[in-house]
């Protein structure tokens, strides 16, 4: 994984501190034009990954790129599923049916439906997750996907229930159809380790809040520190900077300093706050416990995996 993610938080109008600066950046991104803007801006500052939820507005992203290969040959998305209000407006726009239709994989209506069909029938989980998981990568198709995360919404849930077998589904369907290692986002990380290792998930690439004040990090941040220094797991760190409850600087340095994190996930508006961030992780988190920052963009087409 690069060392330096962008987020797409910013885009959809989502702060944890701020109602007012969400209602800004939210009105902000309104037009696609303005989100592709500033994911120009950061890819041309390096930042070639783009770790997004599955939001309906990031399958005209995906188109932008889809249609632009030569340009963003070397562009990656890690997307991270189910974005649960996009099933709850499908239904409500288009009702039970055309809601199905609309995020049926694109191998086939039939095919789709006869999994669908028999996996209700049956409650065979295994089967729906399947099916859902096509669905929420059909806007990807064509592009380059290494990493696919199951969204903390319902790794936590899972994780509350018990239901350790759909972590072992997840991960073998992502990389059995689409080549991709799995991901998982929690609000829970000293919960979930074990519950991977049980369901037999080896090395698991998580993302889970990791800050200096604890912000959002259940168990504390003695017990992070701890998970950290064990190993077993490739940490992705997400609200480092505690939605700005941190100065940069010192949240980066901090970061800097622990052992076994392998990414860092931010999101930015501004040129300036990109180039200042990827500066500052440069300058203080050390390479070689992180994948480098790409110095400029490829402009030469490589192998593009499909979706």
């Given amino acids: 994984m690069d060392r330096l993610l962008f987020g797409d938080n910013q885009f959809f109008g989502i702060n944890h501190m701020s109602e007012e600066k969400a209602r800004a950046q939210s009105m902000r991104f309104q037009e696609i034009s303005a989100v592709i803007d500033v994911l120009d801006c950061a890819f041309d500052q390096g930042i070639r990954t783009f ?25 990656q998305f890690y997307p991270c599923m189910p974005y649960a209000h996009k099933y709850a407006n499908a239904v409500t726009e288009d009702g039970m049916v055309g809601a199905i ?20 029938a049956t409650k065979d989980i295994e089967g729906i997750t399947t099916l859902l998981i096509d669905s929420e990568m059909k806007m990807f198709e064509g592009l380059n996907t290494p990493v696919v995360f199951l969204q903390n919404v319902v790794v936590d849930l899972l994780l509350g229930l018990g239901f350790k077998d759909a972590f072992r589904v997840f991960s073998q369907h992502v990389r ?55 190993g077993g ?5 997400m609200s480092v900077f505690a939605s700005g409850a941190i100065p940069a600087e010192e ?44 110095s400029a963009a490829p402009q030469q087409p490589l192998v593009r995996m499909g979706g």
């Fill in 233 to 237: 797991f490739r940490a992705v760190a």
């Fill in 51 to 75: 770790m997004c939820t599955t939001h309906d507005r990031i399958a005209q992203v995906a188109g932008h790129m889809r249609a632009n290969p030569s340009r963003y040959a070397s562009y």
């Fill in 176 to 230: 059995k159809r689409y080549g991709a290692e799995p991901g998982f986002i929690t609000m829970n990380l000293p919960a979930l380790l074990p519950v991977l290792r049980e369901a037999g998930v080896e090395n698991p690439i998580v993302c889970s809040n990791i800050n200096k004040i604890g912000f959002r990090m259940c168990g504390g941040v003695d017990e992070y520190e701890r998970l950290l220094r064990g």
């Fill in 101 to 120: 239709r609309r995020f049926l994989p694109s191998e086939g209506l039939l095919n789709a439906a006869l999994r669908g069909g028999k996996s209700l």
């Fill in 251 to 294: 949240a980066i340095r901090w970061l800097g300093q622990l052992p076994n994190v392998e990414s860092m996930v931010f999101g930015a508006s501004s040129a300036t706050n990109i180039r200042s961030t990827r500066d500052l992780v440069e300058r203080l988190m050390p390479a070689t416990a992180m994948s480098p920052i790409v």
